[in-house]
């Protein structure tokens, strides 16, 4: 059997932890709204869309525990970050570069310490602007604390669990990764998620 009794547990626990953040998230959209509005429609897919992302995670988790091969784990890991997509649809979309980018900086933690850093910086903007907006639409109040606690809390979660997707390939000690190979496929990543960060900041208003 490939995936081992534990491993279907693992899963099954990932599914309903995915579930209940789903449901926080949704109330949590609800509490930073000036006008909130609910419908069965969004908020059911609100919470498919977490579960099947921490569902994802999960297997993937999983799998690579017990997958010993660069080319597997190459091809778990894809799916892995097209299986992560339907959670950056909508007003999720506006969080894609900053998951990006921190999940990198902290799950490749082979990276040059400078690149790095500069990830987590660039990272941090629409967070940082979102939280200016929850402070420009309720002012400064300890709901708005909390509105941006929550907020933070959700997104470090989402980083925390898509670690098995963003974490190199391991075989014991050794992280098999070519250093040229790999700084510049994360220097056009970087192109590319500033690009989508433009995109996302300039043409997308968040809510």
Do not use: C
């Amino acid at each position: 059997m490939f995936v081992s009794q534990r491993g279907w547990k693992l899963v099954i626990s990932g599914a309903l932890g995915g579930a209940v953040l789903g449901v926080v998230a949704r109330l949590w959209m609800r509490w930073i709204s000036t006008d909130p509005e609910f419908t069965w429609g969004g908020t059911i897919g609100i919470v498919i869309a977490f579960t099947f992302f921490a569902t994802t995670q999960t297997t993937i988790y999983v799998l690579r525990r017990r997958v010993r091969t660069r080319r597997f784990t190459s091809v778990i890991r894809g799916a892995g970050i097209i299986f992560s997509l339907p959670l950056f649809t909508a007003a999720g979309a506006i969080m894609f570069p900053t998951v990006a980018l921190t999940s990198i900086a902290l799950w490749q933690n082979k990276m040059d310490r400078k690149v790095r850093i500069a990830l987590y910086g660039i990272g941090s903007i629409i967070p940082i602007l979102q939280i200016k907006e929850f402070v420009s639409n309720f002012g400064w109040t300890i709901a708005t604390v909390g509105r941006a606690t929550l907020f933070l809390l959700i997104y470090l979660i989402v980083v925390i669990l898509i670690k098995p997707t963003v974490s190199p390939f391991k075989f014991g000690s050794e992280i098999k990764v070519a250093k040229g190979r790999r700084n510049t496929w994360v220097i056009l990543f970087i192109v590319l998620v500033t690009l989508l960060f433009l995109f996302f900041t300039i043409g997308i208003q968040g809510n």
